[in-house]
């Protein structure tokens, strides 16, 4: 936003800027495959990909609709001074209402992160029954080594009850799934809130 794009720029060739990672709905990010496609001539293989994903996404929302329970998830940790947590009308917090749960700040007007300290991260979420963590390291983060990253961590109802999950994503290609892929995702985490919804289903991330 108001920058250029230094010696590429001076090139001459047209540059097209892609905003597709503003999008609040997770399907409204996949169909960005369709402009894409524009530029390779490839729309109806586009919109083949676009309306599959739109199928399996609401196949799924639908099943987790039926859900009578609604649990309360957290996610990710604190980073530098702030936690940031997904506002209300943010991509991620969609997602997690699509799939059977309740965003803890889904009352706020935010479209992307809110940062808030640990304090009021604290007092809002230690009784979320779910925690979703994701990371990128060489091994398999535990719950020793969020306890050693910080202490009050281990003062979460969901650290108590062990029910963290966490995603490496320098193991699994989730960053480059879930913009054309959303379902995907949908289904890992209805099969984390409603396991029951999902009982022949295996975790992707």
């Known amino acids: ?9 001076k090139t001459g060739i047209p540059i097209v800027e ?13 169909e960005w495959v369709r402009f894409m496609a524009l530029f390779f001539e490839r729309m109806p293989t586009a919109d083949s990909l676009f309306g599959a994903t739109v199928a399996a996404y609401d196949s799924l929302r639908r099943l987790a609709a039926g859900a009578t329970d609604r649990p309360q998830v957290l996610t990710e940790r604190k980073y530098g001074a702030s936690w ?3 506002g209300g009308r943010s991509y991620m917090a969609c997602l997690l209402r699509d799939a059977g749960a309740d965003p803890i700040w889904s009352e706020t007007p935010d479209r992307g992160s809110v940062p808030l300290s640990f304090e009021a991260v604290f007092d809002r979420a230690r009784s979320a029954r779910f925690w979703l ?8 983060m535990t719950y020793d080594d969020l306890r050693n990253e910080n202490e009050a961590y281990a003062r ?5 009850n062990r029910r963290i999950f966490v995603c490496n ?14 379902d995907r995702v949908l289904g890992d985490l209805i099969r984390i809130f409603h396991p029951e919804l999902l009982p022949e289903s295996r975790l992707r991330y």
């Open 18 to 30: 892609c905003v597709d990672y503003m999008e609040n709905s997770p399907l409204g990010r996949a």
């Open 1 to 9: 936003e108001n920058t250029g794009y230094g010696r590429v720029e």
């Open 84 to 86: 940031y947590v997904p």
């Open 156 to 160: 979460f109802s969901a650290f108590e």
């Open 133 to 140: 963590v994701k990371y990128n390291g060489p091994q398999r």
């Open 169 to 182: 994503t320098a193991e699994v290609p989730y960053y480059e799934e879930l913009p054309l892929h959303p």
